[in-house]
């Protein structure tokens, strides 16, 4: 089976832009979940899609936000870009029928620079 | 809300020397742990998981963990490290979300 990708691997963009990011699961796999990973901060919990419906949300402001797509593909939106949103996004996907026990496989991830 | 604690954040080890990576979980209730690995320039990986059962759990390329649940703890460990294995290491703990740690830098000395 194919890994989880995603698209693109790097981005540049200057304040105040807006981006959007995709991500394609792993076939037959029904649920993303996003994460935004720093040196600072870690590896920390954006938002998680099952069957196109936002299933759990992070402490992300409103800047960021998503959507799930039928086939089960996932993309990300950050508005208004901060200097701070410069990071590594990890898409991962799961079955999604379990809440705990599922595993996650991520994808490589894209590399955001906001200047 | 879980908690996840690395407490080593950098260990550097010459080859053949063995490992232990400790990692602590601050939720009291049923978790699923994962350790996942990331390689130079390479995406996360699973590198073992436990849901229950054997408390002590292995994974690929010669890990295994144990999982000890009045310590809340689930220290990774590997008889004999090798250069390759270089890599930043992150414990996580699913209840609802992937809960991560800070990651550990394991840097093996050939």
């Known amino acids: 089976k194919a890994g989880v990708t995603q698209t693109p691997r790097y981005l540049i963009k200057t304040r105040g832009q807006q981006v959007t990011l995709s991500c394609s699961p792993i076939s037959g796999h029904r649920s993303v979940s996003w994460y935004q990973q720093t040196p600072g901060q870690g590896l920390q919990f954006l938002f998680e899609?099952?069957?196109?419906?936002?299933?759990n949300k992070g402490n992300f402001p409103g800047r960021f936000s998503g959507r799930q797509f039928s086939n089960s593909r996932s993309e990300m939106n950050v508005s208004t870009l901060e200097l701070g949103d410069s990071a590594l996004y990890l898409c991962?996907?799961?079955?999604?029928?379990?809440?705990?026990?599922?595993?996650?496989?991520f994808g490589p991830g894209t590399r955001l620079t906001v200047l | 809300a879980q908690s996840v604690s690395q407490h080593n954040h950098h260990v550097i080890l010459s080859e053949a020397a063995s490992l232990e990576l400790g990692c602590n979980y601050s939720y009291g209730g049923t978790v699923n742990l994962f350790w996942y690995v990331q390689y130079p320039g390479q995406h996360l990986q699973l590198l073992l998981k436990y849901f229950s059962g054997d408390p002590l759990v292995k994974g690929i390329k010669g890990f295994e963990a144990e999982f000890i649940k009045s310590k809340f703890s689930f220290n990774l460990r590997k008889p004999s490290v090798q250069w390759s294995d270089t890599a930043e290491y992150f414990c996580a703990v699913n209840e609802r979300q992937l809960t991560f740690g800070s990651g550990t830098q394991l840097t093996v000395l050939p």
């Open positions: 899609y099952f069957s196109e419906t936002q299933r």
């Open positions: 991962a996907s799961s079955g999604g029928d379990s809440y705990t026990s599922d595993t996650q496989y």
